[in-house]
């Protein structure tokens, strides 16, 4: 019987034993000084932890050595606040290979000298430097993304755009590679480009290995991008003033690049009508949507289609208060 065959049960055995083989090999890198590749991940109030935990699950599981650094050394508070206790303060972080800056709420990070003089040195000494989401912020704020391309969260590309305006922003891919320095989108993208970087590393063999083990589906390629959807084209309506005591609640929001539909539940003083009216108002001095006369519905013509943008009001789902205001987007029907 084929069983019996000394072939089949070796490789029978091997399959048995590879588990157990691979943590002791990930085992054995861990021991300090012995790692093919040390990363430094830098931590500080506000952190997205998607960002910095999903790149440590991956470079963990390359077998890298990764450690993470905040000012002091002392505990941060995450953006969904967690509390996490970093390895070093910035004065006793050993040298690193790759240097890792997560996003989240950066905006004292941006302002932070001393994170920012801790950014550039390491990045100088680094192979490598990669940014998750709004990480991109800081590292354009240490000067290090001044003339060359890079990308950010999808939500925040007009912010990033004004205040870093030499710096080529790329909207529609999931990381940016320009040698020493990647960037990546939001959030989940941080897995990909770390994966990426692993096998600038190491070969795609290993970086296909490590999304395997991490059961996670990686597209070498670029896969899903987020800036691509289509609610890139709703209108931003910064400068409308809200009545007071407006609240919105996001309900949902799906579609793809084609077709997006987002549902807010609304809490105002004010009418769904006069609501709608300021919306529109807002639509109308934005630009560049043209309106449809006497509708709530616009065209603009971008990317060789032309698109409809309509908006509306509906009634509250049952047990909640207020009114539903929804907006859509979709190209024009012929």
């Not at 609240?247 to 084609?258: C, E, N, V, Y």
Request: net charge negative; aromatic share 8%; glycine share 10%.
């Amino acid at each position: 019987m084929c069983a019996r065959h000394p072939v089949f049960l070796a490789l029978l055995l091997l399959s048995a034993l590879a588990p157990g083989l691979t943590q002791a090999a990930n085992a054995a890198r861990a021991q300090p000084g012995q790692m093919e590749v040390q990363v430094g991940i830098l931590l500080f109030d506000g952190v997205q932890i998607i960002d910095f935990a999903g790149p440590y699950e991956v470079f963990g599981a390359a077998g890298f050595g990764v450690v993470t650094v905040s000012a002091n050394g002392q505990a941060v508070t995450t953006a969904m606040g967690l509390k996490v206790t970093p390895d070093h303060a910035y004065a006793d972080t050993p040298e690193v290979d790759l240097l890792l800056v997560p996003g989240g709420e950066v905006d004292g990070a941006m302002g932070d000298a001393a994170l920012l003089d801790f950014v550039r040195a390491r990045s100088a000494s680094a192979r490598h430097t990669l940014s998750v989401c709004t990480g991109a912020h800081i590292l354009a704020s240490a000067g290090l993304l001044d003339g060359k391309q890079a990308t950010t969260f999808h939500g925040a590309f007009a912010e990033f755009e004004r205040l870093f305006p030499e710096v080529d922003l790329v909207r529609d891919r999931r990381w940016v590679d320009t040698g020493r320095i990647v960037t990546s989108a939001g959030l989940s993208s941080g897995l990909d480009a770390a994966l990426h970087l692993v096998s600038r590393l190491h070969g795609e063999a290993r970086a296909r290995s490590v999304a395997l083990r991490l059961e996670y589906d990686w597209q070498p390629e670029g896969g899903f991008v987020r800036g691509r959807m289509a609610d890139r084209l709703f209108p931003r309506l910064h400068a409308v003033s809200w009545p007071d005591g407006t609240r919105f609640q996001a309900l949902d929001a799906l579609g793809d690049t084609q077709h997006w539909r987002a549902r807010y539940l609304v809490d105002s003083s004010a009418e769904p009508e006069q609501l709608l009216a300021l919306v529109a108002d807002g639509v109308d001095d934005e630009g560049p949507w043209q309106r449809e006369s006497g509708a709530t519905v616009w065209q603009r013509s971008l990317e060789d289609h032309t698109w409809t943008l309509s908006l509306g009001t509906s009634e509250a789902p049952p047990g909640t208060e207020g009114y539903v205001m929804w907006l859509e987007v979709q190209p024009a029907r012929n």
